[in-house]
């Protein structure tokens, strides 16, 4: 029974962005370990930007100096 917890910065992601990531995983999983996706469970955890640091800076801060994660 697969357990996958994903953890995110709370930054707006929808809740059709959620069900992608949820889908996504459980058919990796499925396809990779061979495991039924009816017993893969998958958690998504939204952290508030004060609570997740980076290089011993809050990215709440690291966001006001306008440097996200965001593919160029």
């Known amino acids: 029974m697969p357990y996958i917890k994903i953890e995110l910065t709370r930054e707006g992601v929808t809740r059709k962005q959620k069900q ?7 058919d990796l999983v499925t396809d990779v370990l061979n495991k039924d996706p009816h017993l893969t469970h998958v958690v998504i955890q939204e952290i508030n930007l ?7 800076e809050q990215v709440s801060v ?11």
């Open 50 to 56: 004060d609570d997740w640091g980076y290089a011993g």
């Open 62 to 72: 690291l966001r006001e100096r306008g440097i996200t994660a965001d593919k160029k």
């Open 20 to 26: 992608q990531l949820i889908k996504g995983v459980t």
